[in-house]
């Protein structure tokens, strides 16, 4: 069975300004903010699924490193060692694609941050066609050894997160109950537009939207965003609830599948796995 690819991409305030377009220069830089919980989805869901038997890859396409050290794992050292942005912008053979995996756990596998991931954009830019398939040449050589495949954006539309958009089969959109969210997901729908006809990308499946940090009782505001959130064209596949045992997970470098099993937090990334696809509705293990 082919790996399944997930991309977990920003539609958080971030986005908010940012017009992407293949093949020209309107694309304006988006402010370095986000915290849609992109990377806690990523992580907890990809802990689920290694929990449940399946052999997955994360990969941490931020420079900031957040889903790397809530593992409590190293930065790759550009100066020392292969990483993922100089694999993408020089090419690299298969055993240097392994090269770049550190295991965490059982099943559990990630590709970490190195700091060189903060000027790959800019390089990226400068590469004469086909910018936006160097995340594929490397994670394709990977295929084979994982059942599931989930990458870590960081907050921007910009060309490493095309990377990431070209690769995936599947995008998973973490939103927060804030009506940025709502906005800028229009945004990110018409970038990946774009970017399937100007790039002539096959178009990713959208899995749908992860509504994060639900903190209830909800305040009339937050109750009127969470309901347009369900009204918008994407099915919500998972609700997930704000928990001090997020941080508490990351504080020890642990998932939560790991640190927390029977947590109504960890039974509502099971049941993301599930409405996502990525189980079957009774867990195997
Ligand atoms: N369900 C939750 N319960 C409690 N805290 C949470 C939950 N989800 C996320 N958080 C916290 O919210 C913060 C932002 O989450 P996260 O780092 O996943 O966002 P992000 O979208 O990846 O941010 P960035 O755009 O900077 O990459 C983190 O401190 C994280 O621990
Ligand atoms: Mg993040």
Request: proline share 6%; charged share 25%; glycine share 8%.
């Amino acid at each position: 069975m082919p790996s399944l690819r997930c991309a977990v991409v920003t539609v958080d305030r971030s986005c908010g300004g940012t017009v992407c377009r293949y093949g020209d220069d309107e694309r304006r830089a988006a402010e370095p903010e986000g915290r849609g919980a992109k990377t806690t989805t990523t992580l907890h869901l990809g802990g689920t699924l290694a929990a449940a038997g399946r052999k997955t890859l994360l990969v941490d396409l931020d420079g900031q490193g957040n889903l790397t050290t809530g593992l409590k794992l190293d930065r790759l050292d550009p100066k020392a060692e292969l990483t993922l942005a100089s694999a993408m912008l020089d090419g690299c053979d298969r055993e240097q694609a392994r090269s770049l995996v550190r295991q965490h756990s059982e099943n559990l596998f990630v590709i970490p941050s190195a700091l060189d991931l903060f000027t790959l954009p800019r390089k990226l830019y400068s590469v004469r066609g086909g910018a936006e398939h160097r995340l594929s040449w490397v994670l394709e050589l990977l295929e084979d050894d994982f059942d599931h495949c989930l990458v870590d954006c960081r907050p921007a539309l910009e060309v490493d997160t095309d990377n990431a958009l070209t690769w995936a089969t599947d995008v998973l959109i973490p939103v927060d109950v804030d009506e940025f969210s709502i906005e800028a997901l229009e945004l990110l729908l018409g970038q990946v537009h774009t970017l399937v006809t100007d790039a002539r990308v096959a178009p990713p499946r959208y899995r749908g939207l992860v509504i994060n940090k639900i903190d209830r009782p909800f305040s009339g505001f937050h109750q009127k965003v969470y309901d347009a959130i369900h009204q918008l064209p994407l099915p919500v596949v998972g609700e997930i609830p704000m928990r001090t045992a997020v941080a508490e997970a990351k504080n020890k470098g642990l998932t939560i599948a790991q640190y927390e099993p029977k947590s109504d937090v960890a039974r509502m990334f099971r049941d993301l796995a599930v409405k996502a696809g990525y189980l079957p509705e009774t867990p195997s293990s």
